[in-house]
T-cell receptor, first 114, second 112 residues
């Protein structure tokens, strides 16, 4: 069965510090991968998605970047965090070429920028 | 106008009641419709998905899609305190690189 991991679970960082959140998927090959941010009481905002190694699409201009160095690894980064980067970050995967669109989410990382 | 509209609630009902959660949408190209359940401080988990119009039942849960009205519903029968969570509707056009559009979620509380 497929499993998706995210770490760390919680993170408190000062403004201006760098960020690296990691997501890995097990039990599937060539998944589509996604990074979302969920602000308190709000819906899911798609930040980045990837259909393959090194292929990243950005949905919203922002202070963040994403990379996919391996097939089942997706990394969210920032060089200098802003207060507005606080939120609940979720990684998700879906089966490529399935055409259904179901996405499966990881446990999330709660980021607080002080 | 948002592509997907969902009443944020909160919605509070007594245990055993039938719950109705709804979303409306504006993009007639949507073909796949999903409901996710999200417990506090956890990632969303896929509850049900349906393709095109019609009903789909899974235990106490029934998903309903009315494409002519651009309206989807999730019904929960015999609601339990463990059903207390935020429910997000989601939908997609359906393609090899599908992007899903999510509703903002409805917070549901089942009172014992």
């Amino acid at each position: 069965s497929q499993t998706i991991h995210q770490w760390p679970a919680t993170l408190v960082q000062p403004v201006g510090s760098p960020l690296s959140l990691e997501c890995t998927v097990e039990g599937t090959s060539n998944p589509n991968l996604y990074w979302y941010r969920q602000a308190a009481g709000r819906g899911l905002q798609l930040l980045f998605y990837s259909v393959g190694i090194g292929q990243i699409s950005s949905e919203v201009p922002q202070n963040l970047s994403a990379s996919r160095p391996q097939d089942r690894q997706f990394i969210l980064s920032s060089k200098k965090l802003l207060l507005s980067d606080s939120g609940f970050y979720l990684c998700a995967w879906s089966v490529a070429l399935a055409g259904v669109g179901e996405q499966f989410f990881g446990p999330g990382t709660r980021l607080t920028v002080l | 106008q948002k592509e997907v509209e969902q009443d944020p609630g909160p919605l509070s009902v007594p245990e055993g009641a039938i719950v109705s959660l709804n979303c409306t949408y504006s993009n007639s190209a949507f073909q796949y419709f999903m409901w996710y359940r999200q417990y506090s401080r956890k990632g969303p988990e896929l509850l049900m998905y349906t393709y095109s119009s019609g009903n789909k039942e899974d235990g106490r849960f029934t998903a309903q899609v009315d494409k002519s009205s651009k309206y989807i519903s999730l019904f929960i029968r015999d609601s339990q305190p463990s059903d207390s969570a935020t429910y997000l509707c989601a939908m997609s056009v359906g393609s090899s690189a599908s992007k899903i559009i999510f509703g903002s979620g409805t917070r549901l509380s089942i009172r014992p």
